[in-house]
């Protein structure tokens, strides 16, 4: 009878293994900003809560010893979250130490039952940064009314910074999420720096543009940064959203600033479904828009946007930035490149279309934040040294481009007393060749991103423009 019972026992321990094992976490917050304001709540926010700042059911409560603390249901052991902290809205969420934007925190479930948490600033005025835009950014309109959707929204404006004393007209770049391009205090997960990568681009002697950033519409998003409804997500307002920047905003913009209102001068650009609607405004609207900046493109969200790009086809020639990071999740890279294939197939030409894939790029500010300067510097053909004098210089045809790791410089006649200096997007030099064989040049040293190649022979400069992949 023992031996049987054993033999039970010794079975049902080799199962075990085969069954997950669930786990539970309590986290405790040990200290607090002193400016904490006594009367709020904390919440945790995350993937497990959709990312809602101020979940009901996420809020967290005081222990015996007066310290905020939550428990989270039990999860597989395995299972990562994702999350911060916050005190109900995305603009009390928390801080580093200095006021800047922190990664998301993680937890692994098995890795522990009680994590204790230390919270450093918060992103109000309770404790953490003042706001970070520029001078040169301002407040156009807090409810600047949509007639084609019936509803008002916040609209921001950068003016470059010689603007009020140069007397000259201006390109002009439309912007999605607005709330995220300018100020720390009210970007969801970090500001994109429009105004302070500028401000330094202006500073080198970059033209810059007048930028309309149009805050989101929250619960609107969705619904008007897709032209196209999800069974799952819904959506469809798209078309109005372009229309009221097509048919109210510009116009508004061009009455009221010194704008240069061709279509050779006007851009768009957005990241997520902000990057799905400037693909679809920029298409649909060729003869407004003649640049769109695609970052992190949601080409997912319905299938109509391939049969939309064939049907639009090119009608005028276009220059279109796409960018997307390795770890977006999903099919992002896949869908881009295929995008980048679609329109191809529409009659866009290889040149005119940029494709950037981030080895490590997450679908966050971050990413977008850090190609900012090297896309508007490609939209607007301005390429990447300073405006110097340019009379009397010819034009290098580089090939490929986009280049791997070796470029021709197509029908030249070189010496080996040429020099070829290379410039990157900030205008510094960061290659010089001479004694060049065969007109071919290796730049598999670079980093992805664009270059200006200036020739320098006897008596004459050539430049070229290059993407290097």
């Known amino acids: 009878m023992k031996r049987k019972n054993l033999t039970l026992i010794a079975c049902i321990l080799a199962l075990m293994p085969a069954f997950s094992v669930n786990a539970q976490v309590t986290f405790v917050v040990e200290s607090l900003p002193a400016t904490t304001p006594p009367g709020d709540n904390l919440y945790i926010a995350g993937d497990f809560t959709g990312w809602d700042p101020g979940a009901a059911a996420y809020v967290m409560h005081k222990n015996e010893q007066d310290k905020w603390t939550i428990t989270l249901p039990e999860r597989p052991e395995g299972t990562v979250l994702k999350f911060k902290f916050t005190r109900g809205s995305w603009q009390t969420v928390e801080k580093g130490s200095a006021g800047e934007e922190i990664a998301d925190r993680t937890f692994n479930y098995g890795n522990g039952s009680t ?44 003016l470059p910074p010689a603007y009020e004393t140069s007397g000259l007209s201006y390109p002009v770049m439309y912007m999605h999420d607005g709330q995220n391009l300018f100020d720390v205090l009210t970007a969801y997960s970090g500001e994109w720096e429009v105004d302070e990568t500028l401000n330094t681009l202006a500073s080198q002697g970059h033209k810059v543009p007048i930028v309309v950033g149009i805050d989101n519409g929250g619960t609107n998003r969705i619904g008007e940064y897709t032209p ?52 679809y405004g920029a298409l649909k609207y060729q003869e407004v828009f003649s640049k769109a900046g695609i970052f992190s493109p949601s080409y997912w969200f ?6 939309f790009t064939r049907t639009q086809g090119k009608q005028d020639n276009m220059r279109l930035y796409q960018l997307c990071g390795t770890l977006e999740g999903g099919n992002t890279v896949g869908d881009m490149l295929r995008m980048n294939d679609s329109l191809i197939i529409a ?36 390429g990447s040294a300073a405006i110097d004098d340019r009379q009397g210089r010819s034009a290098i045809l580089c090939f490929p481009n986009p280049v791997g790791d070796e470029l021709t410089l197509a029908g030249l006649q070189l010496s080996p007393a040429d020099t070829v200096e290379i410039y990157g997007i900030t205008g510094q030099r960061v290659k010089t060749l001479t004694g060049i064989k065969d007109n071919k040049i290796s730049v598999g040293d670079l980093n992805s991103g664009a270059y200006l190649l200036r020739l320098k022979q006897k008596n004459t400069v050539l430049e070229g423009k290059f993407i290097r992949e």
């Not at 040169?136 to 009314?145: C, I, T």
């Not at 409804?229 to 600033?257: C, W």
């Not at 009659?347 to 850090?370: C, D, M, P, Y």
Request: hydrophobic letters at 40%; proline letters at 3%.
């Open 115 to 158: 994590i204790q948490v230390t919270i450093l600033r918060w992103a109000d005025n309770g404790g953490g940064p003042v706001s970070t835009a520029a001078a040169n950014v301002s407040l156009m309109d807090e409810n600047f009314f949509m007639p084609q959707l019936n509803r008002s929204r916040r609209i921001w404006l950068y």
């Open 347 to 382: 009659g866009f030409s290889q040149e005119e279309i940029f494709n950037k894939v981030v080895t490590g790029g997450q679908h966050n500010e971050a990413l977008w934040r850090s190609n900012f300067a090297e896309a508007y510097l490609w939209l607007f053909e301005e």
């Open 228 to 279: 196209w409804s999800n069974p799952d997500y819904g959506g469809g307002d798209g078309d109005l959203y372009i229309r009221f920047i097509v048919e109210t905003l510009k116009p508004y913009i061009d009455q009221h600033y010194r704008t240069l209102s061709d279509r050779s001068n006007t851009a768009v650009m957005g990241s997520s479904l902000g990057g799905l609607i400037s693909h």
């Open 302 to 307: 319905s299938d109509s946007v391939w049969s």
